[in-house]
């Protein structure tokens, strides 16, 4: 079962904007990470935030984490047309240890250039 | 490196042919070792992993089948494939083995189609 739920499902907009997604889940965890994954594709890690973390920045990446609400959200600040992408948040499970990451269903971005 | 290498990276087969799709690794020994579908436009449904050699956690009942007869290789089997199996096959590694997951590096993947 999907242990993450990605929202919006789809997201377009304007070069330069900022493009936020949000990402909930279900069971209590360690850590929560993001992937990108263009058309075809393999994912490639973004960022990773730790259970007892808030907030974590990487170069035009914002991720925040909310433990109480069991939900996490990915801001792309100025966007680019090489943005566009699916993007994926992925959590471990704590109840069952660290072994494997479960995925959510994704939001696919697209930048209009 | 961290480079994962998938084969064959698209394939069609009849429904009822076997299958196997092979996944080689580099880099730190002992990876924890995933193999995940994605079918079109949804998200990774986690298939199997692979904390050492000889061990398989299978994480949902169905047509598919994983071996680890190495450190750094992780087979994904079929015997008889059905319709359901088409999809987009991803293998994973960790940096390293253990309890800790990290990040993820993935392969380009391998696409199925069953006719």
């Known amino acids: 079962s999907q242990q993450g739920e990605e929202d919006p499902q789809a997201l377009s907009i304007q070069e330069g904007e900022n493009a936020t997604m949000n990402c909930s889940y279900k069971?209590?965890?360690?850590?929560l990470q993001w992937y990108r994954q263009n058309s075809g594709r393999g994912l490639v890690h973004l960022i990773l935030?730790?259970?007892?973390?808030r907030e974590k920045h990487s170069g035009r990446l914002r991720v925040t984490l909310d433990t109480s609400k069991k939900s996490s959200s990915l801001l792309i600040t100025a966007s680019r047309a090489a943005d566009t992408a699916s993007y994926f948040c992925?959590?471990?499970?704590?109840?069952?240890?660290?072994?494997?990451?479960?995925f959510g269903t994704g939001t696919r971005l697209t930048i209009i250039p | 490196s961290q480079t994962i290498h998938q084969w064959p990276a698209t394939l069609v087969q009849p429904v009822g042919s076997p299958l196997s799709l092979e996944c080689t690794v580099e880099?730190?020994?002992?990876?924890?070792l995933y193999w995940y579908r994605q079918a079109a436009g949804r998200g990774l449904q986690l298939l199997f992993y692979?904390?050492?050699?000889?061990?398989i956690s299978s994480e949902v009942p169905q047509n598919l089948s994983a071996s680890r007869p190495q450190d750094r290789q992780f087979i994904l089997s079929s015997k008889k494939l059905l319709l359901s199996d088409s999809g987009f096959y991803l293998c994973?590694?960790?940096?390293?083995?253990?309890?800790?997951?990290?990040?993820?590096?993935f392969g380009e993947g391998s696409r199925l189609t069953v006719l």
């Open positions: 992925a959590t471990d499970g704590l109840i069952f240890g660290n072994e494997k990451l479960t």
């Open positions: 935030i730790r259970s007892n973390e």
């Open positions: 692979s904390v050492g050699i000889g061990q």
């Open positions: 994973a590694r960790t940096r390293t083995g253990g309890t800790s997951t990290g990040e993820l590096f």
């Open positions: 069971t209590s965890i360690n850590n």
């Open positions: 880099g730190t020994s002992n990876p924890n």
